[in-house]
Nanobody
Framework: QVQLVESGGGLVQAGGSLRLSCAAS????????MGWYRQAPGKQRELVAA???????NYADSVKGRFTISRDNTKNTLYLQMNSLKPEDTAVYYC????????????????WGQGTQVTVSS
């Protein structure tokens, strides 16, 4: 059974930091690239950052230099370190797993987590 479980969301002031985690079932994590997506109210879901099984990364322009994606293959866990948070980063953040080509091409990933809310106050 595929499981992606996010944690670490919450309320933070602008300029603050949060670290999101995503625990994944082993079979899915080892075979796939992983990504963080977000969806703000009234907006489409967008890719925030992605990391291949080999560690290559891809970031949305809006988060470059502020967010860092990483993965711990020994723990089957994906992370998103978010620094210098802005109110416009407020959204539900989702963990996803899929082949690298799927993620970077903008196609919907194969597997999704349930999401975790991040709220940044001004």
């Amino acid at each position: 059974q595929v499981q992606l479980v996010e944690s670490g969301g919450g309320l933070v002031q602008a300029g603050g930091s949060l670290r999101l985690s995503c625990a994944a079932s082993g079979s899915i994590f080892s075979r796939n690239a992983m990504g963080w997506y977000r969806q703000a109210p009234g907006k489409q879901r967008e890719l925030v950052a992605a990391i291949s099984s080999g560690g290559s990364t891809n970031y949305a322009d809006s988060v470059k230099g502020r967010f860092t994606i990483s993965r711990d293959n020994t723990k089957n866990t994906l992370y998103l370190q978010m620094n210098s948070l802005k109110p416009e980063d407020t959204a539900v953040y989702y963990c996803a797993a899929s082949p690298w080509r799927t993620i970077v091409s903008g196609l919907p990933p194969n597997y999704w987590g349930q999401g975790t809310q991040v709220t940044v106050s001004s």
